[in-house]
């Protein structure tokens, strides 16, 4: 056991190593086809390695640097399955581990935040953790009262190494591009570091965590963990056990991916008419499927706070572009800074570019998949295709930032899971403005 690195000389030297650990390798895997091994073997074993190679600084460095690796696990059904084949299920162990920090730093955060006679507080506490994400890492442990609780504990100086790997992995991000081709990385890191600020104090995640968990009490489909406790770098609540959605991706049955679909759909989308809140970190970590067969969600750091609920303008827009009409769309998406005053674009070129995107909009029932989703992915990056160039004209609101986050991130955990379900009917039934009139 090991705790991350602070020193952000370190820290940056280790994320260097990434681009030039996957050079060295590929002058290695020369040598080795050189000497006999054929290119597709030696290719395959320099992929594989190069991903563990990811995988471990990532998830050795946390914070930021492993937030980055979350969210490539979670859209990659988007990239092409010969760049993505030997790194998914590497990239897929960042949704449910990382290497754990050391004991003595556990017990030392549990006392700064409860109090130096914290093990009076439980009967029980585990020092191996259950799991670990970007900033925090989770504990087993029974509360005085005999509830068995996840403890959540925080980093020490996750805010220093969150904002430290943000601005270096910034600049790496063109060297990482081969990962996720195509994809603007320092747009996408701009947009984790203004989000990942506010999941830093605990105390905001507990508020959230709370408001979902007094939105969907007792509820059938739903399983929010109840909160006990939280406070800066500790949050308490109750243990939640279930089937990782992970699991589900890797090995459920078509109907068991299709209900989990249907659901994960339905609570994204439910969470601001019911509890005012958008649960905004979509990768599988985040959910399980309990025994009773609900799906239950974990980890409230990231949250949209929408007391409206979803804006009605996101319905509206989807409805004029349903009923083809596309110059209305167009003025919509004018009036929202979708497209900024002085971009001149064709109603039917924008059109034609969001159609697709619409299709699950459109049908009564729609199958998401990889190959679904690596097409919408080429159509809009590769400069060859028309679609590449009206990407390049629409802006991203700052207000939408984390809806939008939700709407990739979803579809690319539904894209993974390869399911069918009538999505359109979640549409009309919690999307305001959306339902035809």
Same mark, same amino acid.
């Given at each position: 056991m090991s705790d991350p690195p602070r020193n952000s000389v370190n820290r940056a030297f280790r994320l260097a190593t990434l681009p030039i650990g996957a050079a060295g390798r590929a002058t290695l895997g020369l040598g080795r086809r050189l000497?006999?091994?054929? %290119?597709?073997?030696?290719?395959?074993? $320099?992929?594989?390695?190069? %991903?563990e190679h990811v995988f471990r600084v990532l998830g050795e460095l946390k914070g930021g640097a492993m937030k980055f690796g979350q969210t490539l696990s979670v859209i990659e059904a988007g990239m092409p399955e010969e760049v993505v084949g030997p790194y998914r299920a590497t990239l897929t162990k960042l949704q449910e581990a990382a290497p754990p920090m050391a004991p003595e730093t556990v017990h030392q955060v549990l006392a700064d935040n409860l109090g130096d006679? *914290?093990? +009076?507080?439980?009967?029980?506490?585990?020092? =191996?953790?259950? %799991? &670990?994400?970007?900033?925090?890492? $989770?504990? !087993? &442990?029974? *509360?005085?009262?005999?509830? =068995?609780?996840? $403890? !959540?504990?925080?980093y020490p100086g996750a805010g220093e190494a969150l904002r430290a790997d943000l601005r270096q992995v910034a600049r790496l991000g063109r060297s990482l591009g081969h990962l996720v081709p195509g994809m603007d990385t320092k747009a996408l890191v701009e947009e984790l570091h203004d989000r990942m600020v506010e999941e830093l104090d605990y105390r905001m995640e507990a508020d959230a965590h709370d408001g979902f968990a007094l939105a969907y009490e007792n509820d059938p489909e739903f399983a929010?963990?109840?909160?006990?406790?939280?406070? +800066?770098?500790?949050?308490?609540?109750?243990?939640?056990?279930?089937?990782?959605?992970?699991?589900?991706i890797a090995e459920g049955t078509q109907a068991e991916r299709d209900r989990a679909g249907m659901l994960y759909v339905r609570f994204l989308f439910s969470g601001p008419a019911r509890a005012g809140l958008l649960h905004a970190d979509p990768h599988p970590g985040n959910y399980r499927i309990t025994d009773d067969g609900r799906l239950g969600v974990l980890d409230y750091g990231a949250v949209a706070r929408l007391p409206e609920g979803l804006p009605p303008s996101i319905g509206q827009l989807m409805r004029r572009a349903l009923n083809g009409d596309a110059e209305a769309m167009l003025d919509g998406l004018r009036d929202e800074g979708f497209v900024k005053s002085h971009i001149d674009?064709? @109603?039917?070129?924008?059109?034609?570019?969001?159609? @697709?995107?619409? +299709? @699950?909009?459109?049908? +009564?029932?729609?199958?998401?998949?990889? @190959? *679904?989703?690596? #097409?919408?992915?080429?159509?809009?990056?590769?400069?060859?295709?028309?679609?590449?160039?009206?990407?390049? !004209? /629409?802006? /991203?609101?700052?207000?939408?930032?984390?809806?939008?986050?939700? *709407?990739?991130?979803?579809?690319?955990?539904?894209?993974?899971?390869?399911? #069918?379900?009538?999505?359109?009917?979640? /549409? #009309?039934?919690?999307?305001?403005?959306? %339902? &035809? #009139?």
């Open positions: 000497g006999g091994k054929s %290119a597709e073997s030696v290719g395959l074993e $320099v992929q594989q390695r190069t %991903a006679h *914290w093990r +009076e507080r439980f009967r029980s506490f585990d020092d =191996t953790p259950a %799991a &670990a994400a970007s900033i925090g890492q $989770v504990h !087993k &442990a029974v *509360w005085h009262d005999g509830r =068995t609780v996840a $403890v !959540k504990i925080q929010v963990p109840e909160l006990i406790e939280g406070h +800066e770098q500790v949050l308490i609540a109750r243990w939640l056990d279930g089937r990782p959605l992970a699991h589900v674009l064709a @109603p039917d070129d924008l059109y034609d570019y969001l159609a @697709p995107f619409l +299709e @699950p909009a459109r049908n +009564e029932t729609f199958h998401f998949s990889r @190959p *679904w989703m690596r #097409e919408q992915f080429a159509r809009i990056n590769d400069p060859r295709r028309p679609g590449y160039t009206i990407g390049l !004209k /629409l802006n /991203l609101p700052p207000s939408y930032m984390l809806i939008h986050r939700v *709407w990739i991130g979803g579809i690319g955990v539904l894209s993974q899971l390869d399911c #069918e379900a009538p999505f359109r009917s979640e /549409l #009309e039934r919690w999307l305001p403005g959306f %339902a &035809a #009139e």
